[in-house]
């Protein structure tokens, strides 16, 4: 899939009954703490994008070498190919397995290695603009969604409760490796 037509796909929540677009959903412009004492819903998506939030800000203010930085050798691990590979993971999981959405990846595999991480000439816009765009779509599927819907992929059977919970456990596992990227970029430390 051309790389300009996937973003203008990623702009939009997939049309049909089962993912229809929910209005008024937007992305947070900053970080708000998940609330305290709301339902289980409620609380899922504050943990959701707490962690989505937590990214970005691990990226702020960095220019496109900072981020496209391998910082922790040998992994090959970047900010960059970290928000890559959150647009796909958003993708896969929500647009794919939920809403049974049959699409390739944005940045397809080159030698059967992930080219989420392969950011030497990546660019940061068209990253931050597919993972924002992702992000979007996902919120507006959770939204529209039971959270007892069960989806099926590879065999097994998946809640939508599941899938928040693992996102929520992704985005956590991967926070963990850009506080201590972006801590070698720059010394910048914190939540």
């Known amino acids: 899939m051309a790389l300009s037509h996937a973003l203008a796909q990623a702009a939009r929540v997939v049309a049909g ?3 229809a677009s929910v209005p008024g959903v937007t992305e947070p412009k900053e970080r708000i703490e998940p609330p305290h004492t709301a339902d289980e819903r409620a609380t899922l998506a504050g943990f959701l994008d707490w962690q989505r939030a ?5 990226c702020e203010g960095l220019d496109a070498g900072q981020l496209r930085r391998k910082e922790l050798a040998p992994s090959g691990l970047s900010l960059l190919g970290l928000v890559r590979h959150m647009a796909e993971v958003e993708r896969s999981w929500f647009r794919h397995v939920v809403c049974g959405e049959e699409n390739g990846g944005y940045w397809p595999r080159v030698n059967g ?3 989420d991480f392969l950011v030497d000439d990546a660019d940061p816009d068209e990253a931050f603009a597919v993972w924002r765009a992702e992000c979007e779509n996902s919120r507006a599927i959770v939204a529209a969604h039971d959270l007892d819907e069960r989806a ?3 065999g097994d059977t998946y809640a939508l409760r599941w899938i928040v919970t693992h996102m929520i456990e992704e985005y956590a596992r991967h926070n963990g490796h850009a506080d201590l990227l972006r801590e070698r970029i720059d010394g910048v430390t914190g939540e």
């Open 152 to 154: 099926e992929w590879k």
């Open 54 to 58: 937590t990214l970005a800000l691990k």
């Open 17 to 19: 009954q089962r993912c």
């Open 113 to 115: 290695e992930m080219a």
